[in-house]
């Protein structure tokens, strides 16, 4: 297969010198059938001593060299996938959007390459080895795990593409096969194009995942020797997932079993102001999930607030334009209470969410979201719109209006409408620029007393707050690859004008060679 594969050797510099020769060299090889996309590697080094490459969990190699690549399947700018691995053949995967661009992300401060979700998991297959002058790795990622149109009979397919190569002991250098320039801020419309592929297997993706366990309790009877088993008590669930079209899936879990999901990463809890944030990691609710993201500073659909789902079904992917996602399910927690009597004594709540989202042009939508969590005679509703536009190849905006309509379950009949109900907003906007040079942005939100919702997480109310920045970076590109000041003031009120907290601070970066970094900073609060 590979004596007939795509082949590919041209890199250039992505960071630190953008546009300069890769230092390493760099073979990359493609092919494809109806059910898979390979790609072969084989990473270089001139000093293989500096090569780094550990084994690890999945997901968890960003300090290691990697071979990326990249896939813009809708060739819309807007979300592309990721799939990397180490010497070692470590995976990790992702899914980014295109709102995720205001920000750091890989290859330095001017966000050319935007992070990823990493909450997303693909199937696909890797395997990796170390050589004598660095290390090779083979990828074959299935169709199935890729969301993407389907062009008309005898087409070819089309999408957006990228390659990175990742060598971070020679000054976290970033390698590119589409060359990319600090000049441009969106890594999308810097991609090279994947075209030719045709005939690809049209085969619908269908997983059904039964699960079934059982459980025995035991104690020992004081009257008599022995140890008295109860009966057993036996569950069973299922989990279906099936691709009605190549960009659109529908999912539906019965009584699922989550107790193979990885943990919650250990969090300190001691003298918190705010409540934690932790992340999904339950499969039936990560697919599709980037469909309801929106990045703002409440999350509107968090779905650990769906803490013991007794059903849930999921319909989320792209038609044209439009990316479009409806999750229902209910949630047995709330009625677990131990009082027979308690009217919320072995009750549900139900859970609806809805998001459509309409790409505009390149790195540019708007999108509206209604949620909605009914338990007895209480409710929690949000209805939102949002935006993302790219101004300027260096300039962004986005905006967020949300007002939410909140009614506590455990409102006593005796309280009043207007006690019982209450009703809040958050707004947002940003204006950014982020250039090779000049970098500047201007952020303000607020999010009223009241505003709530059991289907997201909301982190702190009652607050109003203004955030600009300013940054200035020179580029020697000698021993000192680049050096600059920047400026940020921060000021909070609550919605009494009453000043919570201010923050002026100062800073001056430098990044020389050899990965080596000095800055410094002053700051004063109040």
């Known amino acids: 297969m590979w004596r007939t594969a795509a082949h590919i050797t041209d890199f250039t510099q992505q960071s630190p010198l953008d546009g300069a020769p890769a230092s390493e060299d760099t073979d990359v090889y493609i092919a494809y059938d109806a059910e898979y996309i390979y790609f072969g590697f084989h990473a270089h080094y001139e000093d293989p001593s500096i090569m780094r490459a550990n084994l690890g969990a999945r997901d968890r190699a960003f300090s290691d060299d990697l071979m990326t690549v990249y896939f813009d399947t809708f060739l819309d700018q807007q979300r592309g996938y990721d799939f990397d691995v180490n010497g070692y053949g470590v995976q990790g995967d992702g899914i980014m ?71 971070k002991g020679k000054d976290q250098e970033n390698q590119v096969w589409a060359p990319m320039s600090r000049d441009e801020t969106s890594f999308f419309a810097q991609m090279g194009l994947l075209e030719g592929m045709i005939d690809l297997s049209d085969a619908r993706n269908l997983e059904i995942l039964p699960t079934f366990t059982t459980i025995q309790y035991g104690d020992i009877d004081p009257t008599r020797p022995g140890f008295v088993n109860q009966d057993a008590a036996p569950d069973a669930g299922v989990n279906v997932k099936y691709g009605i ?85 209910n949630d047995r927690a709330p009625g677990k209470v131990d009082d027979s009597a308690d009217a919320a004594f072995d009750q549900t709540a139900q859970t609806v969410i809805a998001r459509a989202r309409y790409d505009l042009y390149a790195e540019s939508n708007i999108g509206a979201i209604v949620t909605d969590r009914e338990f007895l005679d209480g409710y929690s509703r949000l209805i939102g719109l949002d935006g993302n536009f790219r101004l300027t190849p260096t300039i962004a905006a986005d905006f967020r209006a949300v007002g939410s309509r909140y009614r506590d379950a455990s409102a006593g009949s005796g309280a009043g409408e207007a006690e019982a ?24 939100y607020q999010i009223s007393p009241d505003f709530d919702t059991e289907v997201g997480f909301v982190r702190r109310r009652d607050i109003r707050n203004v955030t600009s920045s300013v940054e200035y970076r020179f580029w020697p590109q000698s021993w000192i690859i680049d050096w600059g000041p920047q400026i940020t003031y921060s000021r909070n009120y609550d919605y009494d004008d009453v000043l919570q907290d201010e923050n002026v601070s100062g800073r001056i970066n430098f990044s020389f060679a050899r990965s080596i970094s000095l800055n410094a900073a002053l700051s004063r609060d109040r």
């Open 97 to 167: 959007s295109a709102a995720r661009r205001i920000g750091r992300g890989r290859g330095g401060a001017a966000m050319a390459i935007p992070p990823a979700d990493r909450s997303w998991d693909a199937l696909f297959e890797t395997g990796a080895q170390i050589v004598e002058d660095g290390y090779t790795a083979e990828m074959a990622i299935p169709f199935k795990s890729l969301r993407y149109p389907t062009p008309a009979a005898g087409e070819p397919h089309r999408w957006g593409f990228q390659i990175v190569r990742e060598v």
């Open 245 to 329: 079209t190549s960009n659109l899936t529908v999912d539906f879990t019965f009584n699922p079993d989550f107790s193979q999901i990885e943990s919650d990463r250990p969090q300190i809890k001691v003298n918190q102001r705010f409540p934690l944030f932790f992340s999904e990691l339950r499969p039936f609710f990560v697919e599709g999930a980037e469909v309801f993201n929106i990045i703002a500073p409440v999350t509107f659909v968090h779905t650990r607030t769906i803490v013991d789902p007794d059903y849930g079904a999921k319909l989320s992917g792209q038609v044209g334009r439009f990316s479009l996602g409806v999750l229902t399910a």
């Open 421 to 444: 109900e209450v009703s809040g907003h958050m707004l947002s906007t940003r204006i950014g620029q982020t250039g090779r040079s000049l970098r500047w942005s201007i952020y303000g």
